[in-house]
C-alpha cells in the first residue's frame, strides 16, 4: 500500500517536473526541473529494489550529465534578441507530429497487459552482483563494443580539442 502510493507520488512529480522542462521559458530552468526529474525516476528504481541503478542515475544523470547541459547553456548564452523566431507553420506542424506520435503510442499500448503484482519478494534482484552476472554474461559483445565507442568517442574528441602544432 506505500509502496503503491510512493509510486504515485513520485510519478505524478516525474511527470510534472517533465512537463515543467518543457514549458518553462528558462532553459537553467529547464535543466533543474530535468535534475527534479531524474530523482524522480531515481525514486523509482528504489522502488524497484534497484539501489545500484538509483545511484548510479543520480550520479551520471544528475550529475555529469546536467553539468554538461548547463555548460553549453552558459556557453551558448541564449537570449530572445539571438534566439531566431520560428514561424506559425512551424509550430503547428510540431504540434500535429508531438500529437501523431501521441496517438501512435497510446495505440501501441492499448492492447498491452498490465503486470499482475505478486505477494513474492526477492531481494537479490537489485544486487550488484547479480547485474554484473547479466552484464558480463548474456551481455559481454554490447558491453564491449560500447567500450570501445565511447574510448573512440574520446579520443576523437581530444583530438578534435588539440591544438595544431606547426
Not at 548474456?138 to 602544432?165: H, N, R, T, Y
Amino acid at each position: 500500500m506505500i509502496t503503491e502510493c510512493l509510486f504515485y507520488l513520485l510519478s505524478f512529480l516525474a511527470l510534472m517536473f517533465a512537463s515543467m522542462v518543457v514549458l518553462t521559458k528558462n532553459p537553467i530552468h529547464s535543466v533543474l526541473y530535468l535534475v527534479l526529474t531524474f530523482f524522480a525516476i531515481a525514486g523509482h528504481y528504489v522502488l524497484l529494489n534497484a539501489q545500484f541503478l538509483a545511484a548510479v542515475h543520480i550520479i551520471v544523470y544528475a550529475g555529469a550529465i546536467m553539468v554538461l547541459f548547463l555548460f553549453v547553456i552558459m556557453l551558448l548564452n541564449l537570449n530572445k534578441e539571438t534566439e531566431p523566431h520560428k514561424s506559425i507553420w512551424l509550430k503547428g506542424s510540431a504540434v500535429v507530429a508531438s500529437g501523431s506520435l501521441l496517438v501512435v503510442l497510446v495505440g501501441a499500448l492499448k492492447g498491452a497487459e498490465t503486470i499482475q503484482s505478486t505477494n513474492t519478494f526477492d531481494a537479490s534482484i537489485g544486487l550488484i552482483e547479480n547485474l554484473g552476472m547479466t552484464l558480463f554474461n548474456d551481455f559481454l559483445l554490447p558491453f564491449e563494443v560500447s567500450s570501445i565507442l565511447l574510448l573512440a568517442a574520446m579520443v576523437g574528441a581530444v583530438m578534435l580539442g588539440k591544438k595544431s602544432i606547426k
